[in-house]
């Protein structure tokens, strides 16, 4: 029997390693999207300071390891067989969960995913255990379950979002009100202070409140750090103060970047302080009791409590070093981590543009009210405290600078070391307090009220950045949900099949795991390989630059064209289907494009006033000409999802001579558009082309006429062949616009043209 214990034990110390590996690579969006926001240092020196916070803060764990123990049930009430059912269920389930959300790039909360699993699981025992017992009934519940700890954790991980969010908001709106979005100069005199402030902050809830959790610090230590905080604040505060205002006048240091590195660092720290719990406390539990277990041979698994998991245990540092290993490990080299950091980023940017998130009428309605209520405080708020307030708090224009879009920060270092210093210092609290505050809330809500503070959320992006956070939120509800309700499933399986249910789960656990990690693998190289990418990005502001950067997408179409053709004429609905998604996809990056229509205008250069909008008419071809590509894949699509009649074969002979047509016309202005040669032979050959597949459309459209009246084709062909058709002829016009419009905005055109008469025309 001690032997299958051990076994559990080799098993959940497994699952521990797995289970800090897809943690990490989930919460590492938590403390580094602020300094890769900011473009504060290269990637490799903020990854380098991460890591040594993780490394020294998982040493100061070791007090919140009681949560895994005794925060969400009563281990006096459980046996120990019936303890190990629950952590076994707890790391399963937590591993599948944190690795399907890894691998769809969303991020989630370790801290909510741990206790729920652990109370989810409890309670399965727990109701098992009240069934088995005909003097016990449902509302003995309570003595199993510490529902006063579980409710004191679920309702300060609630507050963690409302408190985070108003700390946030408010901390940032001081901070600008004060430094304005033109903080160089202020911050030559001021920003010592606002340094010394925050590091001090920092060292005080880091430091001093987290070295209570710590492994190593004595009583001791305590007691003098205790007894001492007035004075240690006070040396700390002068001495960064001075120290940072000597390396600005002696080094030119840029004292915000020292901020937000080691604001990085801080609640990289608090963060393996806080959480490291929710990888190995379960791991960690189950191996104390298997040690209680294994000291009192012959002992029955169904008749040992586990009162002792209520004691406090001091974990050992080289487990929690250990740990902070592989979290670092981790750090640098996972695929997962890179890829969990878009969505924070992307909600709090001081940018416009594309949004990953739609309206809602939730959001609506707030923004609604919002405005309205701005306007009535308009009205109360006398105009000398607006204007002054509007010109503190409002980013001045800036003048049309070349940095490429992919290398300009999505908000300033000024916000980066408030959204890192207000998150440190909330989540060191919530640790002191032996609270598992939930890092992903904690960070990501800060980052969400510093953003609407610094007025990232405009009039044009208000609705879809709220409806982003509303989404959010509501995926974290979900893994509350699902977390309880899969480890109350697994903990009952385990109870009732016993070593085959954690076998069966272990492999199921292990499909999971692999099968997400080759899928997303897949999908990376495939992306890499083809170079899809919603969110493209235009290099360089030259005619030459941006005309190639339109040729990319041109590219496509005759390819994509020929696939679906090809496809249509086979009934081959798994390929159709697969145009059709690269038709969307298509359709995404030139609106990825057009709305990146105001960035390269302002970045264009005086003389190109005149030609400027023939960009602009440039683009609009290129977005009319992802749309006829679409309306060709998705009904051909539709017709044989629903099991239409194929295609005649007249028909399949005349779309192949269009194809083959198109083809040819498509690769000359490819060229022309790469080489930049917009030669008036080489104009008038290419128009030539597009006359010859005009005719041979026409010709077409004459012969499907013929075959209604001759009743060979029925009103379903009709429709997706004339509807063929008429796209292939936009896709053809709006190509040769394109083309003139590429010519005109290069300046080969010889004169400026009237765009109204440079519109779509058939020839």
């Not at 019936?82 to 399963?92: N, S, T």
């Not at 909510?112 to 309670?123: P, R, Y």
């Not at 492994?215 to 004075?231: E, G, H, P, V």
Request: a positive charge; glycine letters at 6%; one cysteine or more.
């Amino acid at each position: 029997m001690e032997n299958f214990y051990l076994i559990i034990v080799v098993v959940l110390f497994a699952l521990a390693i797995s289970d800090l590996i897809v943690g990490v690579s989930n919460d590492a969006v938590n403390f580094l999207n602020s300094a890769f926001g900011s473009k504060v240092a290269p990637r490799w020196i903020i990854l380098a300071i991460a890591g040594l916070g993780v490394l020294i803060g998982a040493t100061f764990s070791s007090g919140m390891m009681e949560v895994a123990r005794k925060g969400i049930f009563h281990p006096e009430h459980f046996y120990f067989a019936e303890i190990m059912i629950i952590f076994v269920a707890v790391m399963l389930t937590d591993i599948i969960l944190l690795d399907f959300y890894n691998t769809v790039g969303l991020p989630t909360s370790t801290t909510v995913s741990i206790v729920f699993e652990l109370l989810g699981a409890a309670v399965a025992v727990a109701v098992v255990k009240i069934m088995n017992a005909p003097d016990q009934s449902m509302a003995d519940l309570g003595t199993y379950i510490n529902s006063a700890k579980a409710l004191a954790i679920i309702t300060g991980i609630l507050m963690s979002v409302v408190i985070a969010f108003f700390s946030g908001a408010i901390v940032q709106y001081i901070t600008r009100l004060v430094f304005t979005h033109n903080y160089q100069k202020s911050f030559k005199y001021l920003g010592a202070i606002f340094g010394g402030l925050s590091i001090t902050a920092i060292t005080y809830f880091i430091l001093i409140k987290g070295a209570k959790g710590s492994s190593f610090i004595t009583a001791d230590t305590l007691y003098w750090i205790k007894t001492n905080t007035l004075a240690i604040l006070v040396a700390c505060f002068i001495g960064w103060t001075i120290i940072l205002q000597t390396l600005v006048i002696v080094a030119r240091l840029n004292i915000l970047k020292v901020i937000v590195l080691v604001g990085t660092f801080a609640l990289a720290m608090a963060f393996a302080g806080n959480d490291l719990v929710n990888f190995i406390g379960v791991p960690l539990a189950g191996f104390k009791s298997f040690q209680a277990f294994i000291a009192n041979p012959g002992t029955d698994p169904y008749g040992m409590t586990m009162g002792i998991l209520g004691e406090k245990v001091q974990t050992e540092t080289y487990l929690l070093l250990i740990a902070g290993i592989i979290m670092i490990v981790t750090l640098f080299l996972s695929r997962k981590a890179r890829k969990v950091t878009e969505t924070e980023i992307g909600l709090s940017s001081q940018k416009e543009g594309d949004e990953k998130f739609g309206s809602s009428f939730f959001a609506r309605l707030v923004v609604r009210r919002s405005i309205y209520a701005n306007n009535n405080l308009k009205r109360i708020l006398p105009s000398v405290i607006q204007k002054n307030l509007e010109y503190r708090l409002t980013k001045p224009e800036q003048s049309a600078i070349a940095i490429d879009a992919k290398d300009a920060p999505a908000f300033d270092m000024l916000r980066a070391s408030v959204n890192l210093t207000v998150a440190s210092i909330l989540i060191a609290i919530g640790t002191s307090l032996k609270l598992p505050l939930s890092t992903t809330y904690v960070t990501f809500m800060v980052a969400m009220g510093t953003s609407l503070s610094d007025r990232a959320w405009g009039r044009d992006s208000a609705v879809y950045r709220i409806t982003g956070v509303i989404t959010v939120i509501g995926g974290w509800f979900f893994t509350a949900f699902i977390a309880f309700t899969a480890a109350f499933v697994f903990a009952i399986l385990i109870d009732w099949l016993g070593g085959i249910a954690i076998l069966g789960l272990l492999v199921i656990a292990l499909f999971f795991v692999v099968r997400s990690h080759i899928f997303f693998n897949k999908k990376n190289n495939r992306t890499e390989f083809e170079g899809e990418d919603d969110s493209i990005i235009i290099e360089g502001t030259t005619s030459d630059q941006l005309t190639h950067a339109v040729s990319k997408i041109t590219l496509k179409i005759p390819s994509l064209f020929g696939k679906i053709i090809n496809a249509l004429a086979f009934e081959e609905r798994n390929k159709l289907k697969e145009c059709y998604k690269k038709a969307k996809k298509l359709g995404k990056e030139a609106k990825a494009m057009k709305d990146q229509i105001p960035a390269i205008v302002k970045k264009l250069n005086e003389d190109s006033v005149s030609t400027g909008p023939f960009y602009v008419q440039l683009i609009d071809y290129l977005r009319e000409i992802a749309h006829a590509i679409n309306f060709i894949a998705e009904p051909a699509f539709e017709y044989v999802d629903n099991n239409h009649k194929a295609l005649i074969k007249e028909q399949i002979n005349e779309l192949n001579s269009i194809q083959t047509k198109l083809e040819d016309f498509f690769r000359t202005i490819n060229r022309l558009l790469k080489e930049n040669d917009y030669d008036e032979n080489q104009i008038e050959k290419v128009f030539a082309k597009q006359k010859d597949l005009l005719t041979a459309i026409r010709k077409s459209r004459k012969e499907q006429i013929k075959r209604i009246k001759a009743d060979k084709v029925g009103t379903r062909n009709t429709v997706l062949y004339l509807g063929i058709l008429n796209e292939t002829k936009n896709l053809t016009l709006y190509a040769g616009n394109l083309l003139k419009a590429s010519r005109d905005f290069s300046g080969s055109g010889g004169e400026d043209l009237d765009l109204e008469d440079n519109q779509l025309f058939e020839n």
